[in-house]
């Protein structure tokens, strides 16, 4: 039986007055998710344990059938496994953000969503100019990079940015332990960056420069058991953000890399439905991760995330649940999101999220449910994050 997972960061919200009071998750048009959650089981899961962070590190892990408690240890040593940078045993790996401050108030986390293009060079820069035996920039996707640091601190108290938008950035500065050392290099960022040829012609078109990095995230090496020894299966992460890549190099699950796939709105959503698809051909399982909403979410823009939600249940649950009606063999399907990025906040929320699987080939359906954060009418069970290895052995 084949097992698919399609995943929609961040699409779970709170009411905004601008959709008339409803979520974005509400207002979409998702015709395809709801028939899903009508023909088959609906839940809301707590995808985050108690007293950690509703990042998508904590949730993807949980929603991969992994106990965050047991093995997290921070989201940079994640992202550098899926930028394929090896860490020994004694290096820190420490996410990189290109920012744009102002007025000491974080104005954008993603200096406007900047090209890897543009970034690429940038990052280049401050390994010549900052980078030293032990500490290297290393390049990932559009503004998001990383530092690895042999010996470098894991003690400070470090702040995503995307969770601090328009907030003065003060009491977010990284702080306790070895912080001094962050800080320095975040000042030293700042020269640098100003004067960088890419960045002054990003001004000339009128585009976001970027200010800074911003370092936060910071963790020693992630070792998880494989797929295989967990749940003898074979498989595919389809994403475009080296986080959940990072996920599915540690599982021991292939990861390729699709073309066009961006992490935003413009990303190439048939492409990665090509390759979902492709490796359902071969092996057992494969997760679908799509960013855009928690991208628009981060960003405050509810319409925007609203139809991101719809390109998601029309790009890629629609064509990737019909491919394997059309197939005619076993399979079972979940469709769920890692958290909620409320645009009211402009982060991440740990309240549950709804989550549909199913079980078919079932053949056409036309009834549709509600499939949103509000579905818990009394009859709708409430999973857990420990719910997800047994669903993954077909046991739930």
Same mark, same amino acid.
């Given at each position: 039986?084949?097992?698919?997972?399609?995943?929609?960061?961040?699409?779970?919200d &709170?009411?905004?007055?601008?959709l008339?009071?409803?979520?974005?998750?509400?207002?979409?048009?998702?015709?395809?998710?709801?028939?899903?959650?009508a023909?088959?089981?609906?839940?809301?899961?707590?995808?985050?344990?108690?007293?950690?962070?509703? %990042?998508?590190?904590?949730?993807?892990?949980?929603?991969?059938?992994?106990?965050?408690?047991?093995?997290?240890?921070?989201?940079a040593?994640?992202?550098?496994?899926? +930028?394929?940078?090896?860490?020994?045993?004694?290096?820190? +790996?420490?996410?990189?953000?290109? /920012?744009? *401050?102002?007025?000491?108030?974080?104005?954008d986390y993603?200096?406007?969503?900047?090209?890897t293009?543009?970034a690429?060079?940038?990052?280049?820069?401050?390994?010549?100019?900052? %980078?030293?035996?032990?500490?290297?920039?290393?390049?990932?996707?559009?503004y998001?990079?990383?530092?690895? &640091?042999?010996?470098?601190?894991t003690?400070?108290?470090?702040?995503?940015?995307?969770? *601090?938008?328009?907030?003065?950035?003060?009491?977010?500065?990284?702080?306790?332990?070895?912080?001094q050392?962050?800080?320095?290099?975040?000042?030293?960022?700042?020269?640098?960056?100003?004067?960088?040829?890419?960045?002054?012609?990003?001004?000339?078109?009128?585009?976001v420069?970027?200010?800074q990095?911003?370092?936060?995230?910071?963790?020693?090496?992630?070792?998880?058991?494989?797929?295989?020894?967990?749940?003898?299966?074979?498989?595919? *992460?389809?994403?475009?953000?080296?986080?959940?890549?990072?996920?599915?190099?540690?599982?021991?699950?292939?990861t390729?890399?699709?073309?066009?796939?961006?992490?935003?709105?413009?990303?190439?959503?048939?492409?990665?439905?090509?390759?979902?698809?492709?490796?359902?051909?071969?092996?057992?399982?494969?997760?679908?991760? /799509?960013?855009?909403?928690?991208e628009?979410?981060? /960003?405050?823009?509810?319409?925007?995330k609203?139809?991101?939600?719809?390109?998601?249940?029309?790009? /890629?649950? %629609?064509?990737?649940?019909?491919?394997?009606?059309?197939?005619?063999?076993?399979?079972?399907?979940?469709?769920?999101?890692?958290?909620?990025?409320?645009v009211?906040?402009?982060?991440?929320?740990?309240?549950?999220?709804?989550?549909?699987?199913?079980?078919?080939?079932?053949?056409?359906?036309?009834?549709e449910?509600a499939?949103?954060?509000?579905?818990?009418d009394?009859? *709708?069970?409430?999973?857990?994050?420990? &719910?997800?290895?047994?669903?993954?052995?077909g046991?739930?």
């Amino acid at each position: 039986m084949k097992t698919v997972v399609l995943i929609g960061d961040g699409m779970g919200d &709170w009411p905004c007055p601008e959709l008339e009071g409803k979520t974005p998750l509400q207002a979409a048009v998702a015709p395809n998710m709801r028939k899903i959650a009508a023909a088959g089981k609906l839940y809301l899961a707590d995808t985050v344990p108690p007293g950690l962070p509703p %990042g998508s590190d904590v949730a993807n892990l949980g929603l991969l059938g992994y106990d965050a408690r047991e093995f997290y240890t921070g989201r940079a040593p994640i992202e550098a496994a899926g +930028a394929h940078l090896p860490l020994k045993d004694t290096d820190v +790996a420490l996410r990189c953000n290109l /920012v744009h *401050i102002a007025d000491n108030k974080m104005v954008d986390y993603s200096s406007g969503h900047i090209s890897t293009e543009d970034a690429a060079p940038m990052i280049a820069t401050l390994q010549e100019k900052l %980078g030293r035996p032990g500490l290297s920039f290393n390049t990932g996707v559009q503004y998001r990079h990383l530092v690895i &640091w042999d010996g470098g601190p894991t003690d400070p108290v470090t702040q995503p940015p995307h969770d *601090i938008l328009t907030q003065d950035i003060g009491k977010y500065l990284p702080h306790e332990g070895r912080a001094q050392e962050l800080l320095d290099l975040m000042e030293a960022s700042k020269e640098i960056l100003a004067n960088h040829p890419v960045n002054i012609a990003r001004k000339e078109r009128g585009e976001v420069p970027v200010t800074q990095i911003w370092l936060w995230g910071q963790g020693p090496a992630l070792k998880i058991p494989t797929y295989k020894e967990l749940y003898n299966l074979t498989g595919t *992460i389809i994403t475009a953000v080296d986080l959940v890549r990072g996920l599915g190099v540690l599982a021991g699950l292939d990861t390729p890399e699709v073309p066009g796939a961006t992490g935003w709105i413009d990303t190439n959503y048939q492409g990665k439905v090509d390759y979902a698809l492709k490796a359902l051909e071969t092996q057992d399982f494969v997760y679908v991760h /799509v960013e855009a909403p928690d991208e628009c979410g981060h /960003v405050g823009d509810a319409k925007l995330k609203t139809q991101a939600i719809s390109d998601f249940d029309a790009k /890629v649950v %629609g064509p990737i649940w019909q491919a394997l009606e059309t197939k005619g063999e076993p399979y079972r399907l979940l469709v769920t999101m890692d958290h909620r990025t409320p645009v009211e906040i402009r982060g991440h929320s740990a309240e549950p999220v709804p989550l549909a699987t199913l079980e078919g080939p079932i053949g056409p359906v036309s009834e549709e449910c509600a499939f949103d954060e509000f579905i818990n009418d009394g009859n *709708i069970d409430i999973r857990t994050f420990e &719910w997800i290895p047994t669903w993954l052995r077909g046991e739930a």
